[in-house]
T-cell receptor, first 113, second 117 residues
């Protein structure tokens, strides 16, 4: 079936640098995407979402970019901090409805002090 | 903020036991979900519920059942625990919207790490 995936399983970034986490999706009909952050020992935490009628959405230090042409989205974290160390998941609604979601495997972000 | 509370952070049970995992949410969400999370496999949906007393199978329902007697509470039951059910279990909830275009994100609890010996 359709799935959501990630290019890089682990990303190491120097503190203060910007981080970019990528995600490819295969369902061209997907119209909504979500990014989650999961810190060690905790459940996934909603960060930001974007709908397909947008190319870019900004939050606090985070920006999500959506390229529907190549079915790719990215999460950019500005001035990465040690507290950003976590696993990041992208997700999209499942075509089956009922608000089900398909999650990617995740990318581990390691911030080097 | 949405609060999803799972009753136990860590649980150790024996093979063959009947195990109950409890989840409560305080935001009047219609949807509730149970996932398990395993290294390299990501989050996999076990069961979900979109209303009281309603339940739907997810991707890996075998060996599990659920109960939703009240809107705020969703229980996962391992009928006869086996070692391959050792995992991190995550509960989530979300608002119900009738159309996909008004999809609402899921909010998660902090998980129950279950070990079956």
């Amino acid at each position: 079936g359709e799935s959501v995936g990630l290019h890089l399983p682990t990303l190491s970034v120097q503190e203060g640098d910007n981080s970019i986490i990528n995600c490819a999706y295969s369902n061209s009909a997907s119209d909504y995407f979500i990014w989650y952050k999961q810190e060690s020992g905790k459940g996934p935490q909603f960060i930001i979402d974007i709908r397909s009628n947008m190319d870019k959405r900004q939050g606090q230090r985070v920006t999500v970019l959506l390229n529907k042409t190549v079915k790719h989205l990215s999460l950019q974290i500005a001035a990465t901090q040690p507290g950003d160390s976590a696993v990041y998941f992208c997700a999209e609604p499942d075509s089956g409805g009922y608000q089900k979601v398909t999650f990617g495997i995740g990318t581990k972000l390691q911030v080097i002090p | 903020d949405v609060k999803v509370t799972q009753s136990s952070r860590y649980l150790v049970k024996r093979t063959g036991e009947k195990v109950f995992l409890e989840c409560v949410q305080d935001m009047d969400h219609e949807n509730m979900f149970w996932y398990r999370q395993d290294p390299g496999l990501g989050l996999r949906l076990i069961y979900f519920s979109y209303d009281v007393k309603m339940k739907e199978k997810g991707d890996i329902p075998e060996g599990y059942s659920v109960s939703r007697e009240k809107k705020e509470r969703f229980s996962l039951i391992l009928e006869s625990a086996s070692t391959n059910q050792t995992s991190m279990y995550l509960c989530a909830s979300s608002l119900l919207r009738g159309h996909r275009r008004s999809f609402q994100p899921q909010h998660f609890g902090d998980g129950t790490r279950l070990s079956i010996l």
